[in-house]
């Protein structure tokens, strides 16, 4: 009897790419029995991972007491990414780095946002066991850039400047600097999908000490490092008038000798005009003016009074004055004076002809008493020499010729006849006084 065929059963089915097949009811049970949530005393053991977008993300699970049991890894899809060392999942960016009975680890290269998620460690062991590791993608931002509200501003305004941080994730942090100086910015976030956009806002008043300084936004975020861009502010502002006086060098001036003074003026954009005025008063004839100096050639008393520099540009116009006092020639003692004020709104500096003149009248103090004491010490000199003279002419020393004689006697009785004899010669009995 012939045997009857067996009917042949369905062929097998095969996967599309990039999907994997239901699992055998068995496999399908095991599976889901393999959904353990984490907790103490598991044999897995895995870390969560940062990447930036574009990167190597590595993940990795081990076994801490291994005893050959299967390793596997899935995606947030919970489709089989290694089994073992196969990989079911026809994504070529994940590949396999380590496989041993002890771990598993796969690198995921050319990291996108939609890799983020959760991604599962399977160890079929008796209970299975599973444990998750998180991949998170941080995407830095796309561009960062500075609008200024006024090119150019002038001194005294208020300006706004916005930093504008593009399609960032997580949010970006702004900062602001002036120079070396962190300033206070007002920020807004706006969200689209998974990105963030972050504007800041910094409003500044500017002042002439901040033309060229540069204002710069500084981005703190954990996928970037010292992302920033900057701008330089351009301030006008008017006029700095100086007055200097260039002779005479002592700074005292006296009737008869030269006066010349300078005029220096800064400002942006720089002076145009400049001139020379006296104030209250018509400036005298002889004064000659050219450009930014002043010459008087010859001083007198009527020359006293105060000289203006004015300086003027599109901004504004300011002045420095110079107060002219004239004294009179060298042969006398300059009075003293006070130090004369400006009431020019711009800080400027001042010069008075009368600077210098403590110091002449301090040395005209010293030679004064110089003088004093020498005439001291000479009188007490001469009060020294006649005393002297004086005591010299009061000391002496006495003589007389009393007994005389009496030296040369042989005897006692001699000596006594000798001297009485002396005594009744008045003429041998002389004093003497020195």
């Known amino acids: 009897m012939a045997a009857r065929a067996q009917p042949r059963g369905p062929a097998p089915r095969r996967a599309p790419p990039g999907r994997l097949l239901p699992l055998p009811p068995l496999l399908l049970l095991l599976s889901a029995a393999a959904v353990i949530p984490r907790g103490d005393g598991q044999n897995l053991v895995t870390e969560d991972v940062t990447v930036v977008e574009g990167d190597v993300a590595t993940i990795s699970c081990r076994v801490k007491n291994s005893d050959d049991s299967v390793i596997q890894l899935l995606n947030p899809n919970r489709q089989t990414i290694y089994f073992r060392d196969f990989r079911p999942l026809k994504d070529s960016r994940f590949q396999l780095v380590n496989f041993s009975n002890s771990e598993l680890r796969v690198s995921l290269t050319n990291v996108s946002i939609s890799d983020e998620g959760r991604y ?193 540009n599109a901004v504004g116009k300011s002045h420095a004055d110079y107060m002219l006092f004239v004294y009179d020639p060298p042969t006398t003692i300059p009075p003293p004076t006070t130090t004369t004020t400006t009431t020019t709104t711009i800080p400027t500096t001042i010069t008075d002809s009368r600077a210098g003149e403590e110091g002449s009248i301090r040395s005209v103090d010293h030679a004064v008493v110089g003088g004093v004491v020498a005439v001291v010490v000479f009188a007490m000199l001469c009060l020294l020499i006649i005393l002297g003279r004086y005591f010299a002419r009061h000391k002496g020393t006495y003589f007389t010729h009393e007994a005389k004689g009496a030296d040369d006697a042989a005897d006692a009785d001699t000596a006594i006849i000798n001297a009485e004899g002396g005594q009744n010669n008045s003429e041998e009995k002389k004093e003497y006084f020195i």
């Open 120 to 312: 599962f460690c399977q160890l079929y062991t008796d209970p299975p066991q599973e444990i998750y590791t998180t991949i998170t993608v941080l995407v830095p931002p796309r561009n960062l850039v500075i609008d200024i509200q006024k090119e150019i501003a002038v001194e005294g305004e208020e300006i706004e400047l916005n930093c504008t941080a593009m399609a960032s994730r997580p949010a970006t942090t702004i900062r602001w600097f002036k120079g070396n100086k962190e300033l206070t910015g007002k920020s807004e976030v706006e969200q689209w999908s998974d990105m963030y956009t972050v504007t800041s806002q910094l409003l500044l008043k500017v002042g002439r000490e901040d033309d060229g300084v540069p204002v710069i936004c500084l981005v703190d975020h954990p996928a970037v490092k010292d992302l920033q861009t900057q701008r330089y502010l351009e301030v006008m502002y008017k006029p700095q008038v100086r007055v200097s006086q260039n002779y005479p060098v002592q700074g005292l001036t006296r009737e008869g000798e030269p006066l010349e003074l300078t005029c220096a003026a800064f400002g942006k954009p720089q002076p145009t005009d400049m001139r020379w005025l006296r104030v209250d008063d018509e400036m005298p004839q002889h004064v000659v003016v050219s450009g930014s100096n002043l010459l008087i050639s010859n001083l007198n008393k009527t020359d006293n009074g105060t000289y203006r520099c004015e300086a003027s």
